[in-house]
Each structure stands twice: as structure tokens, then as C-alpha cells.
């Protein structure tokens, strides 16, 4: 069946970097533009970035933009975020999901949490 | 960037009640409208997409209208397992956002 297994969430100290991965399994995920959402605990859901079926293009948020980017390796079923210069309101779970258009964000990830402190 | 309201914020109910959550955007969206449910712990789920089809295997007791700038979301007998927060999402324009959800508690 259709899945999405985020990994790569932990703590990190304000000014570091980590990288989030996010594995497909069960369909082809070349064939979809994929996307992060977050959400702060407690808070809702907060949209981070989206990218392209073969990874070429990436739209982001204005509050990640320029130190987040997302990538993908659809060889390798997985896609990316990696976020620099973390930042204390970068606290998150982070979710990946499969877009389908304007038909929304049909299938997520458990979700990943990163806790930014020191 | 639209923004989304939603209300109420929070919404007491009983089982068998009809609920009605409301998600107005600052621009015309057209239909291009999406509500999930999430409960604590889980990811989101798609419930309604294009502001009123249902997401396969959704039960029919949830139903979504609207267009423009002024959208609903109904249960039309709420179930125990229907206490969650609800979202809506545009899905127009980028940057994609969020409505801020409404929490369904029980009574």
C-alpha cells in the first residue's frame, strides 16, 4: 500500500543544519510533485516547500525561503528537505506529503519531529 | 497571500449532532478548496477536495460546499470517531495556506 516514512528529526542546536528524508513506497514517485508541511506543537499546519515531479523547480514559504531546499532522488524513492540555519521557531513535526493538484495532499508521512534549542 | 479563517475555533458537540464548519478565504478561490481531519498524535487526511467531492472511502456523513470565498464543511451526524481538528486548505495560489482549524470536542 501507499506509504511515506519520514526519518532524520531530532534535536539541534539553533544555527545547525539537518536534513529530513522521506521514503515512498507503493507508487511511483516520480509521478507526483511532493511536499513538507509542518506543524509547531500545539499550532496548525504550516505548508514549507513543494517540488517539482523531476526535482527541477522548488516553491517555498516566505519563512523558510533561501534556507530550506528541498531535493529529490526518485531513483531512490525519497525525497528531501534540508534546513539550515535552524532557527527556534523552525520547532516542528515535519510531514511530507503526495500532491495531487487541486485535489490537495491525498497521503502523509507520520511525521518527523526537530526540536531547535540549545 | 489568501489567508483562511475559519469558525468557530472550537465546537462543542454530541454524537448525532449536525456540525457545520465554516472557511472563508480573503480572495475567490474558485473551488479550489480541501478540508482534512486530523486527530491528536496523527497526520492529517484528506477529507474533501475541489470544496465538495468526498475522498474515496470518506463516509458520505461528511459533505463540504462553497465557492469563491465562503466554504463549508458538514457532519451530518457526528460519530465518536469524528472528535478531531479539522483544516481547510486553499490549494489556488502558492504560497498553499492553511486555515488556522477548528477543534470538535465532545459535549
Known amino acids: 500500500q501507499v506509504q511515506l516514512v519520514e526519518s532524520g528529526g531530532g534535536v539541534v542546536q539553533p544555527g545547525r543544519s539537518l536534513r529530513l528524508s522521506c521514503v515512498a513506497s507503493?507508487?511511483?514517485?516520480?509521478?507526483?510533485?511532493m511536499h513538507w508541511v509542518r506543524q509547531a506543537p500545539g499550532k496548525g499546519l504550516e505548508w514549507v516547500a513543494i517540488?517539482?515531479?523531476?526535482?527541477?523547480?522548488?516553491k517555498y514559504a516566505d519563512a523558510v525561503r533561501g534556507r530550506f531546499t528541498i531535493s529529490r532522488d526518485n531513483s531512490k524513492n525519497t525525497l528531501y528537505l534540508q534546513m539550515n540555519s535552524l532557527r527556534g521557531e523552525d520547532t516542528a513535526v515535519y510531514y511530507c506529503?503526495?500532491?495531487?493538484?487541486?485535489?490537495?495532499?491525498?497521503?502523509w508521512g507520520q511525521g518527523t519531529l526537530v526540536t531547535v534549542s540549545s | 497571500d489568501i489567508q483562511l479563517t475559519q469558525s468557530p475555533s472550537f465546537l462543542s458537540a454530541s454524537v448525532g449532532d449536525r456540525v457545520t464548519i465554516t472557511c472563508r478565504a480573503s480572495?475567490?478561490?474558485?473551488?479550489?478548496l480541501a478540508w482534512y481531519q486530523q486527530k491528536p498524535g496523527k497526520a492529517p487526511k484528506l477529507l474533501i477536495f475541489?470544496?465538495?467531492t468526498l475522498q474515496s472511502g470518506v463516509p458520505s456523513r461528511f459533505s463540504g460546499s462553497g465557492s469563491g470565498t465562503e466554504f463549508t464543511l458538514t457532519i451530518s451526524s457526528l460519530q465518536p470517531e469524528d472528535f478531531a481538528t479539522y483544516y481547510c486548505?486553499?490549494?489556488?495560489?502558492?504560497?498553499?495556506?492553511f486555515g488556522p482549524g477548528t477543534k470538535v470536542d465532545i459535549k
Open positions: 506529503a503526495r500532491d495531487l493538484g487541486y485535489e490537495g495532499l491525498d497521503q
Open positions: 507503493g507508487f511511483t514517485l516520480s509521478s507526483y510533485e
Open positions: 517540488i517539482s515531479y523531476d526535482g527541477s523547480n522548488g
Open positions: 480572495q475567490g478561490i474558485s473551488s479550489d
Open positions: 475541489g470544496a465538495s
Open positions: 486548505q486553499q490549494v489556488n495560489t502558492y504560497p498553499m495556506t
